[in-house]
């Protein structure tokens, strides 16, 4: 790893913890007396949070683990699992539907349970036994972050829009991201980083 990157990118367990305090950051707004907009643009954030942090650490964190202390890892899938079905369920639900509320807090009490487990076992056990590890890992992790949220720039965009209830520099700033986002993984030089860091 470059010494600029080691210092500007998070290592991986602090961008899962960075992803659990999204998540449940977002919950926290969720109002039943929001309008239906702002309910649906916090679910929807909610759930494509969950959906990309879910697959990174799937694809890249899990399997670093799994080599150290593979018992760590015993219920992680399957609570991966209850949380995408949740996540469907709650998907299916419009926002006016008594359902999405209820689907809502079933999702939230999953990844509260989850992230007690990821927070006392796995990334305290991670960070002793992959320490030299994490920070490539981390970098990894943002590569494949990027790759996986630039084509979903525009809904994150909206969605954000959506949450903002009304507040414009919110909604702003969220655009500004997306765009960003997008913008930075369209630049010949950070393909040339994917394509080296698939090889």
Not at 54 to 67: D, G, M, S, W
Not at 104 to 123: I, N, S, Y
Not at 131 to 143: K, S, V
Request: one cysteine or more; charged letters at 25%; glycine letters at 6%.
């Amino acid at each position: 790893m470059s010494p600029w990157s080691a210092q500007l990118l998070p290592t991986a367990t602090n961008m899962v913890r960075l992803d659990h305090t999204h998540v449940l950051s977002t919950f926290h707004q969720y109002k039943a007396s929001a309008p239906a907009r702002v309910r649906a643009g916090l679910a929807n954030t909610i759930c494509l949070a969950l959906e990309v942090h879910a697959q990174l650490e799937e694809e890249i964190f899990y399997p670093a683990v799994r080599q150290v202390a593979p018992e760590l890892l015993d219920d992680s899938e399957d609570e991966h699992q209850q949380m995408r079905e949740a996540i469907a369920r709650l998907r299916r639900c419009e926002p006016e539907d008594p359902q999405h509320e209820e689907q809502l807090m079933v999702l939230m009490r999953l990844v509260m349970h989850h992230v007690a487990d990821e927070e006392t076992l796995v990334l305290p056990a991670a960070e002793r036994l992959l320490a030299d590890q994490l920070g490539e890992i981390g970098l990894r992790m943002t590569r494949r972050r990027i790759a996986l949220v630039a084509p979903r720039s525009g809904e994150i965009a909206l969605n954000m829009g959506r949450a903002a209830s009304g507040n414009k520099l919110l909604l702003a700033g969220g655009t500004v991201i997306a765009l960003g986002l997008l913008w930075f993984a369209r630049q010949p030089g950070w393909q040339a980083v994917q394509r080296a860091s698939r090889r």
